[in-house]
């Protein structure tokens, strides 16, 4: 019966690493491919926008508490996602003369709401009720 109860809880502990993992990198693609829309012009706007997506590369490993993986394959696997939704962001403004003007706005529209379907997931689960062992 402990055993169950062991496995039982690993399993749960890996879903909520998952589901940490997944919510943030969905943000993290979506920002950078915001970024990469606004690369080509140099301006306030474009600064903040890279020292936030450092900062969604970097933090969210330390605001894990699960049992994390290394910090460098941590940061590596994120980076390599920030490089291809940037990539994705500047082909996206170069097809931005094809598709209509509307669709210029759909990368930072998917970015709130993934954004706060995020927010909603980690305060779901930083107020979740947990039974006192």
């Known amino acids: 019966m402990k055993a169950l109860t062991q496995i039982e809880s690993i399993g749960r502990t890996s879903t909520a690493e998952k589901s940490f993992a997944i919510d943030t990198t969905f943000v993290l693609f979506f920002l950078a491919v915001e970024f990469g829309q606004m690369l080509g012009n140099f301006a306030l706007d474009t600064v903040l926008f890279a020292i936030t997506l450092v900062m969604l590369i970097v933090l969210p490993y330390f605001l894990s508490t699960n049992e994390k993986p290394g910090f460098g394959n941590w940061v590596l696997g994120r980076s390599l996602i920030a490089i291809f939704a940037i990539a994705v962001g500047i082909l ?25 379907l995020s927010c909603y997931i980690q305060f779901y689960g930083l107020l979740k009720l947990r039974l006192a062992k």
């Open 92 to 116: 996206f403004k170069q097809s931005l003369s094809v598709l209509p003007e509307m669709f210029r706005y759909l990368p930072m529209t998917l970015l709130i709401v993934t954004a706060m």
